[in-house]
Structures are given as C-alpha cells and as structure tokens.
C-alpha cells in the first residue's frame, strides 16, 4: 500500500472544468491508499469501484462515531453524536440501521415521489420568476440553488413553507464552523421539524413518525428529519449550481439534445456533491486488497476519484454511495434536479450564461465536503 503525497482534503479553488488535483494522484497509489486525516492520524482511503462496493456492504466497517480514533476532535472531524446519543440512518448499522431503512424507504420510492413533481415544478417556476422580475442578471448560487431545495424537502415533508428562511438561515451556521452557531442551527430544525409535526399537518414527517420504531424519542425523531433536511439541501444545493451551468453553456452541442435525466446523472458523475464518503471505521482488524487495516481506522471511499476513472467499466456510479447507506434521498433528488432543468428549458428558453462557461470557478472548502460554484451569474428573461 503507497502513501498519498497530494492532499485530498485540501480546500481549494478551481476552473469549472479542472478536477480537484488528489484524486487523479491516490488512484495512481492503488485501490487503498494510507492519507493523513483532517483530525490527525491516518486514513484510508479506497480509490476502486470494485473494492469500494466491498467495503461499502462490509461488517466489519461501521458509521457509529463510537469507534472513532480515540485522539480526534469530533467538531475538526465533523462527527455526529455517536449512534447511542443519537440513533440515526447515518450512525447506525446492523438491524437497528435496517429498522430505521425500512420507515423511510417506501416514503422515498420515485413511485411515491411522482406525486411531487406538480409541486416541484411550482416551486422551480415561482422562484425563478421572481428572480427574473428582481434583475437582468442574477447570482443563481447566491440564494436559489440554497432556497430551491430547501423549499423542496420542507414542502416534501410538511415544513410549513413560511419558515424557509429560518431553514436557509440554520443550514448556513451548520458551515460556520462556530459551535454557538451549530447549537443554534439544531434547535432551529428541531423546530421545524415540530413545525412539520404538529396536529393537521400533513407531509412525509407525520408519516414517517407512525412509521419509526416506538422506542424513538420525540427528540431522536427531529433528528432524522434534520437529516433529511440537512442531507436533502447541502447536497442538491452544489449539484444544482453545476446541472444549471451545463444546461445553460452555449457550446455544450448536446444541452438541447440530451435527455434531462442523463443531464443530471452526467454532472453529478463529475461533480459529485459528497465526494467522499461519510466516515466509516473498522471495528476490528479488517483486511482489504491484501492490507491490514487496524481497529477503530477511518475508512473513506473516494467517490469523485471512482467517478470519474477514466478506466472504470461503464456501469453505476458512486454518486449516492451504495449497500445499505445508499442515499435515502437519490430519487428526490433525481427528481427535483431533472424538474429543475425542464422549467428552465420551458419557461426560460432564452436565459443565458452571463460569463464565458469557462470562467466559472469552483470552490472546495476543504475536509470531505463537496465543491460548489463561486457564482452562476445567469440573464433570465421568461417567455
Ligand atoms: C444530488 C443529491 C444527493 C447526493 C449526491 C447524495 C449523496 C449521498 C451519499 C453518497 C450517501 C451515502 C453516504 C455514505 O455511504 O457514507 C447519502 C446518504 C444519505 N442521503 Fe443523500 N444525497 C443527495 C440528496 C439527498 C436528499 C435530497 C436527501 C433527503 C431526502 C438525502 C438524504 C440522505 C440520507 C438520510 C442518507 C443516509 C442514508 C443511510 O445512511 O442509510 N440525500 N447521500
């Protein structure tokens, strides 16, 4: 096993088209490459499909912070409360993580979800229009790639809408790295989630709390619905900025042409959104690709490496993970995302860049989050 020397958890700040410069080296080291963790220590990081499928269904590897490396800052690390203080879909393993699978999954299906799109689509047009009516051009990545999918979960699971802002508002002091701020931001979705349960309200959180097992505490179950909140915005929030920008550059030859869905999965095949993994760690000695990794190791699969190999085989991408963490969210998404380009191709035939495609910028703030746009200045004109 090699050694990285570029460090991928580096922030930095690219052209749109350039790839983030680690992943190209790690894979280079092998299918396990040995980095140095954010918080301190080793981690180990997998850069093949083939191994990452293997570890992603693996026993022996678990989400639970509890088996964190005893030395790491769990606030410079970006831990969740460990899966005893807070169980969830993304500390828990095992049958207690399949019970919890099974509330959400049926709410989640692209079946169920079809019933949304009337509404997505409302919620693409309306915000659009009112930016249109604000200016000539406009900053999408300023407030609508935030608002649109925010306004898309809570509409989804019964945040009343009229608190959107307080949800922007929340979802941006989870980034300020300020614990005050952090503190802050929980009780805020607390309340949302309150909000989505209280009496007569209707949406996906009443069903998933009849759904949930009774043992959960009221607490525990605002919980899971910050995570969908949480999960469902910072995710198709950067995705949202790049599907714009491609749908929208002028010498892209297949914009007009390419189906929508394959629009989407295209762009988020390139800039994943989370590209890596969330943490998991070894519970025991554990052997991958003939390397012995140690109890209580990170382990993280390089999603946005594996993307975008150029010598991975076609077949699905990692861009929603996949086992038994595969993302709740993938058909939400999927779905939000391709309703997204269809208002703006419909209702916005003549919007345009307002900057060369190349000059975009991304930006990686570092650690295992995700790159999103700097800015999208775009020149909407409804028809
Ligand atoms: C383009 C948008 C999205 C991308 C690329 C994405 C990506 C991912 C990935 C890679 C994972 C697996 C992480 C791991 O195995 O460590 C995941 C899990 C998850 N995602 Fe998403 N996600 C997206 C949108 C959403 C949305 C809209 C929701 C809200 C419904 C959501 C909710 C979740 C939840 C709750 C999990 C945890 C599942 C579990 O651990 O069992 N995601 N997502």
Known sequence: ???????????????????????????????????GAPAGGPVWIITDYALAREVLAHPGLVKDPAYAPAHWDPRTAGLEPTA???????????????????????????RRLHDHTERITAIAR???TELAAAG????????????????????VLGVPLGRIDQAIAACRAMSSGRPEDVATAMATFAELAAAALRDGRTGLAVELRDRVPDELTETQLHYLLFALIFAGQLTTDAAAGFLLAYALDP???????????????????????????LWRFTTTDVELAGVRVPARSPVLVDIRGINTDPGRPARPDLTYGAGPHYCTGAQLAQLELSTLVDVLRTDFPDARLAVPFADLRQITAGGIQGSRLTALPVTLSAR
């Not at 700040?13 to 092998?30: D, F, K, T």
């Open 126 to 128: 309306r915000l659009l």
């Open 1 to 35: 096993m090699s050694h990285a020397e570029a460090d991928p958890f580096a922030a930095t700040v690219r052209g749109i088209g350039e790839p983030h410069p680690a992943h190209a080296a790690l894979r280079a080291l092998g299918p396990i490459v040995r980095a």
């Open 136 to 155: 000539e051009t406009v900053d999408l990545m300023a407030d609508f790639t935030t608002r649109f999918p925010l306004t898309v979960i809570c509409d």
């Open 84 to 110: 005893a203080a807070q169980p969830s879909l993304t500390t828990l393993d095992g049958p207690a993580h399949e019970r919890l699978r099974r509330a959400h999954a049926p709410l989640f299906t692209a």
């Open 251 to 277: 010498d892209r030859p297949t914009t007009d042409k390419a189906p929508t869905g394959e629009l989407v999965r295209e762009t988020l095949r390139r800039h994943p959104p989370a590209p890596f993994t």
